[in-house]
């Protein structure tokens, strides 16, 4: 049975930075790529970013590149979202997700997903 388990969320002030972890278990995690989606109150589910199973291969979207960092640790069975100069606007709850299509920000592709992770941006 897949999981995977997304921690680090909390209040951070506009300008501040946190690091997301997804945990995964009970999957081949090397061969996957893993995806970061949000979902604030009120909106649909967007992309954010992705991952290829090689390492160095990714991709943003235009709302966070250039602020948010995605790494892996294969070792560790680990994916990591570092997010700095936050938002207001970056508030949302925020997802990790598996998928064995490469770097696709299609949510209806990714085949497993934890259970989310609160980030709130405000003064």
């Known amino acids: 049975q897949v999981q995977l388990v997304e921690s680090g969320g909390g209040l951070v002030q506009p300008g501040g930075s946190l690091r997301l972890s997804c945990a995964a278990s009970g999957t081949i995690f090397s061969n996957k790529a893993v995806g970061w989606f949000r979902q604030a109150p009120g909106k649909e589910r967007e992309f954010v970013t992705t991952?290829?199973?090689?390492?160095?291969?990714?991709y943003y979207d235009d709302s966070v590149k250039g602020r948010f960092t995605i790494s892996r640790d294969n070792a560790k069975n680990t994916v990591y979202l570092q997010m700095s100069s936050l938002k207001p606007e970056d508030t949302a709850v925020y997802y990790c997700a598996v998928t064995r299509i490469w770097l696709t920000s299609r949510w209806d592709q990714y085949d497993y997903w934890g259970q989310g992770t609160q980030v709130t941006v405000s003064s």
């Open positions: 991952i290829g199973w090689r390492a160095g291969s990714t």
